[in-house]
């Protein structure tokens, strides 16, 4: 039997490796990239340790070549990439006389150029067989801009605007294409430990998103039924205002 990949480009720490988690659990191989591979070691063993199976690579999905060398080889060797997760960062906060050509540009490599390399390249392979999934990850940032976040915004604003227009057009070809938008802070230890009294505020009242809980949204989305697909949903802790 061909294996079912789900692939998760950008699986850092949290979310990303929530994500990789609850696909192996359900029965997908799970190929994982990060810009340094050497990361994922934990995750690996995480994974493998409960009996499923687990590619982990160095990746800088910024880099067209790398790309779809990276999507060629998981599709010839390793099997049919059922559900594609876009999860790069790229989170950065200056004032706008501050913001570098360098900084702004790097972002939308991080945030858009990236996503869509890898929804180009998934969509070829994915387009013969009329299925599969591409979900790109959002943020309050996809939805509107805010004080010193030019960079950032208008990488988010732009990766939604990819998801939107890929959907419509790969949707009636049997390839389902989803946003989410994390609108909330993730229970990480970055946050724990760069703001403590937010943080502790906030978990005492279960404000902060788990990641396991989040990945699970991921799943459901590839698992839909094509008659009622979902392409944009947000998600956010009960406390947060929107």
């Given at each position: 039997?061909?294996?079912?990949?789900?692939?998760?480009?950008?699986a850092?720490?949290?979310?990303?490796?929530?994500?990789?988690?609850?696909?192996?659990?359900?029965?997908?191989?799970?190929?994982?990239?990060?810009?340094?591979?050497?990361?994922?070691?934990?995750l690996?063993?995480?994974?493998?340790?409960?009996g499923?199976?687990?590619?982990?690579?160095?990746?800088?999905?910024?880099k067209?070549?790398?790309?779809?060398?990276f999507i060629?080889?998981?599709?010839?060797?390793?099997?049919?990439?059922?559900?594609a997760?876009?999860?790069?960062?790229?989170?950065?906060?200056?004032?706008?006389?501050?913001?570098?050509s360098?900084?702004?540009?790097?972002?939308?490599?991080m945030?858009t150029?990236g996503?869509?390399?890898?929804?180009r390249?998934?969509?070829?392979?994915?387009?013969?067989?009329?299925?599969?999934?591409i979900?790109?990850?959002?943020?309050?940032?996809?939805l509107?801009?805010?004080?010193?976040?030019s960079?950032?915004?208008g990488?988010?604003?732009?990766?939604?605007a990819l998801?939107?227009?890929?959907?419509?057009?790969?949707?009636p070809?049997?390839?389902?294409?989803?946003?989410i938008?994390?609108?909330?802070?993730?229970?990480?230890?970055?946050?724990?430990?760069?703001?403590s009294?937010?943080?502790?505020?906030?978990?005492?009242?279960?404000?902060?998103?788990?990641?396991?809980?989040?990945?699970?949204?991921?799943?459901?989305?590839h698992q839909?039924?094509?008659?009622?697909?979902?392409?944009?949903?947000?998600?956010?802790?009960?406390?947060?205002?929107?």
């Amino acid at each position: 039997m061909e294996n079912k990949v789900a692939l998760i480009i950008g699986a850092g720490d949290n979310l990303g490796s929530a994500i990789a988690k609850c696909f192996a659990e359900n029965s997908y191989t799970v190929v994982a990239a990060r810009r340094d591979g050497s990361k994922l070691e934990v995750l690996k063993k995480n994974i493998e340790d409960s009996g499923g199976i687990f590619y982990g690579y160095s990746l800088d999905a910024r880099k067209e070549g790398d790309l779809i060398e990276f999507i060629k080889k998981i599709e010839n060797d390793i099997g049919s990439i059922e559900v594609a997760i876009y999860n790069v960062g790229g989170n950065i906060k200056f004032d706008i006389t501050k913001t570098t050509s360098k900084k702004y540009y790097k972002t939308w490599e991080m945030a858009t150029f990236g996503a869509f390399l890898m929804g180009r390249e998934v969509a070829k392979y994915m387009l013969p067989k009329k299925r599969g999934t591409i979900i790109f990850t959002g943020a309050t940032a996809s939805l509107r801009g805010g004080n010193g976040y030019s960079a950032f915004s208008g990488a988010k604003h732009a990766k939604r605007a990819l998801a939107q227009s890929m959907a419509r057009e790969l949707g009636p070809q049997g390839i389902h294409v989803a946003h989410i938008i994390i609108d909330g802070a993730i229970d990480t230890p970055w946050i724990k430990e760069l703001f403590s009294d937010f943080y502790k505020e906030k978990k005492e009242l279960d404000g902060l998103m788990n990641p396991s809980d989040i990945a699970k949204n991921y799943l459901w989305l590839h698992q839909q039924p094509r008659n009622a697909w979902t392409h944009e949903m947000d998600l956010r802790p009960w406390i947060e205002k929107w």
